[in-house]
């Protein structure tokens, strides 16, 4: 049974930044796609940033574009967030998630992110 775990989250204050980092087992992570999601108090959960299982492709929701990038590690089985420029708006529990096409997908437990001074 694969599992994502998220670390990193934390409190900082606006203009701060913050690295999450999610670690995969019990599934071939190099067969899968890697996203962060996010969710914020009384919201639905959005789409912050995705890459393919080989890292080649990368996409961002506009509204983290030139402040976020997110990577991957397929030899340790990792997938990184970085988080620059953090506003209050980007306040919300993170999600890892692993998708693919033909095989199970699985979701992290989340990690909280707030922005605040």
């Known amino acids: 049974q694969g599992q994502l775990v998220e670390s990193g989250g934390g409190l900082v204050q606006p203009g701060g930044s913050l690295r999450l980092s999610c670690a995969a087992s019990g599934f071939s992570f190099s067969r899968y796609a890697m996203s962060w999601y996010r969710q914020a108090h009384g919201k639905e959960r959005e789409l912050v940033a995705r890459?393919?299982?080989?890292?080649?492709?990368?996409n961002y929701a506009d509204s983290v574009k030139g402040r976020f990038t997110i990577s991957r590690d397929n030899g340790k089985n990792t997938v990184a967030l970085q988080m620059n420029n953090l506003k209050p708006e980007d306040t919300a529990v993170y999600y890892c998630?692993?998708?693919?096409?033909?095989?199970?997908?699985?979701w992290g437990q989340g990690t909280q992110v707030t922005v605040s001074s």
């Open positions: 998630y692993a998708d693919s096409t033909l095989f199970s997908s699985y």
């Open positions: 890459i393919s299982d080989t890292g080649s492709l990368r």
